[in-house]
T-cell receptor, first 115, second 113 residues
Framework: DAGVTQSPTHLIKTRGQQVTLRCSPK?????VSWYQQALGQGPQFIFQ???????QRGNFPDRFSGHQFPNYSSELNVNALLLGDSALYLC??????????????FGPGTRLTVL | GQQLNQSPQSMFIQEGEDVSMNCTSS?????WLWYKQDPGEGPVLLIA?????ELTSNGRLTAQFGITRKDSFLNISASIPSDVGIYFC?????????????FGKGTRLSVIA
């Protein structure tokens, strides 16, 4: 049973560029959440997708957008990159009908460096 | 917004020693979660707590849900080198299902053999 997978593993971009990160949820899961983890910090919630729609959103600017596909995989897009966007981006998948907070499984993350 | 404060920020201990770390919140949580993150990996759930006063073990790990519902602690007994990593406490941001998680800043554990 494959867990949560993310691609790419590492990415280097320059300021002003755009980036797309990808996530495939754990088999059987239908909900994908994205988190940003800056160096030395805990993960911070960006947004959550279910049934191809953004269901909840954290305190992140509109430069951060996402998409969920019919197969439940998801993309995170960041436009007009800033140096402060450098972070580990984590994807977590879950099954919406399971209401417990302990049901999110995290992927290994994508390390984004903005120069 | 909700904030989780973890202490200590980092710990250096000898192999075999016991470890204790805690997490406090400015608001009440109805679930407390403890995660471990290894370098280059995502957080992995260690223990989940659901009731005030609950004490739960997972091997050498023991965690408790504080009576006030505003704190939790994690103990690791007889530490070994593979315990090295960052330990995060987390909780749901709302009471609704499948809610986003709020994380502390983590406690970095180093074990000296």
């Amino acid at each position: 049973d494959a867990g949560v997978t993310q691609s790419p593993t590492h990415l280097i971009k320059t300021r002003g560029q755009q980036v797309t990160l990808r996530c495939s949820p754990k088999s059987g899961h239908d909900t994908v959440s994205w988190y940003q983890q800056a160096l030395g910090q805990g993960p911070q919630f960006i947004f959550q997708y279910y049934e191809e729609e953004e269901r909840q959103r954290g305190n992140f600017p509109d430069r951060f957008s996402g998409h969920q596909f019919p197969n439940y995989s998801s993309e995170l897009n960041v436009n007009a990159l800033l140096l402060g966007d450098s972070a580990l981006y984590l994807c977590a998948s879950s099954l919406l009908r399971l209401a417990g907070a302990d049901t999110q499984y995290f992927g290994p993350g994508t390390r984004l460096t903005v120069l | 917004g909700q904030q989780l404060n973890q202490s200590p920020q980092s710990m250096f201990i000898q192999e075999g020693e016991d470890v204790s770390m805690n997490c406090t919140s400015s608001s009440i949580f109805n679930t407390w979660l403890w995660y471990k993150q290894d370098p280059g990996e995502g957080p992995v759930l260690l223990i989940a707590l659901y009731k005030a006063g609950e004490l739960t073990s997972n091997g050498r790990l023991t965690a408790q849900f504080g009576i006030t519902r505003k704190d939790s602690f994690l103990n690791i007994s007889a530490s070994i080198p593979s315990d090295v990593g960052i330990y995060f406490c987390a909780g749901p941001s709302t009471y609704s299902g499948n809610t986003p998680l709020v994380f502390g800043k983590g406690t970095r554990l180093s074990v000296i053999a």
